[in-house]
């Protein structure tokens, strides 16, 4: 069974550094991309960010690119996303997403956690 | 303001069929495919549809999409209570952006 469990969320000052986790398990992790995709409070779906399988190849939305950066660690079947500069729009319950292939930029999310909550307030 | 285009919500009767659109551009689903993702209350979102119009296995038959130039539609018959939740429509844009876009949601009730 597929399971995606998330941590690192918590509420933070504006400005400040938060750093995001997901463990993955019940499938070969380095086979598939991943990504990270945002919910704020009450609206839709925002995808934040993609990694391919080996790392090779990276996306973000415009919205936190120079800001948040995904990275992986096959080795612990992990996944992370490091986020900086962090505003109050960043607000959102943060999803782990896995991809159905290796590319990030190709296929759907096929199966997702339960989400990490991150606050950004003073 | 979301790059795909959904109904903010949609309703009928239990047993009743309900369709929902999800209108793009060529940049988005007029040259990818569409995948619908459905969010029970206080869960995760769960796909539903990918490829336009193939079902996960577990996915009831009810459940249907199709994409028809920069359109997409998920139909859902026999509708339950338990298919009261949020549906987002997903898809790849190969714009400048090159990003995932969403559309903003349908919230479906059953009467």
């Known amino acids: 069974e597929v399971q995606l469990v998330e941590s690192g969320g918590g509420l933070v000052q504006p400005g400040r550094s938060l750093r995001l986790s997901c463990a993955a398990s019940?499938?070969?992790?380095?086979?598939?991309?991943m990504h990270w995709v945002r919910q704020a409070p009450g609206k839709g779906l925002e995808w934040v960010s993609g990694?391919?399988?080996?790392?090779?190849?990276?996306g973000y939305a415009d919205s936190v690119k120079g800001r948040f950066t995904i990275s992986r660690d096959n080795a612990k079947n992990s996944l992370y996303l490091q986020m900086n500069s962090l505003r109050a729009e960043d607000t959102a319950l943060y999803y782990c997403a896995k991809d159905y292939g290796s590319s990030w930029s190709k296929y759907y999310f096929d199966y997702w956690g339960q989400g990490t909550l991150v606050t950004v307030s003073s | 303001q979301s790059v795909l285009t959904q109904p903010p919500s949609v309703s009928a009767a239990p047993g009743q069929k309900v369709t929902i659109s999800c209108s793009g551009s060529?940049?988005?689903?007029?040259?990818?495919?569409v995948s619908w993702y459905q969010q029970l209350p206080g869960t995760a979102p769960k796909l539903l549809i990918y490829?336009?119009?193939k079902r996960p296995s577990g996915i009831p038959d009810r459940f249907s999409g199709s994409k028809s130039g920069t359109s997409a539609t998920l139909g859902i018959t026999g509708l339950q209570t338990g298919d009261e939740a949020d549906y987002y429509c997903g898809t790849w844009d190969s714009s400048l952006s090159a990003e995932w876009v969403f559309g903003g949601g349908t919230k479906l009730t059953v009467l």
């Open positions: 990694i391919s399988w080996n790392s090779g190849s990276i």
């Open positions: 490829d336009n119009n």
């Open positions: 060529s940049s988005n689903i007029g040259n990818n495919y």
């Open positions: 019940g499938f070969t992790f380095d086979d598939y991309a």
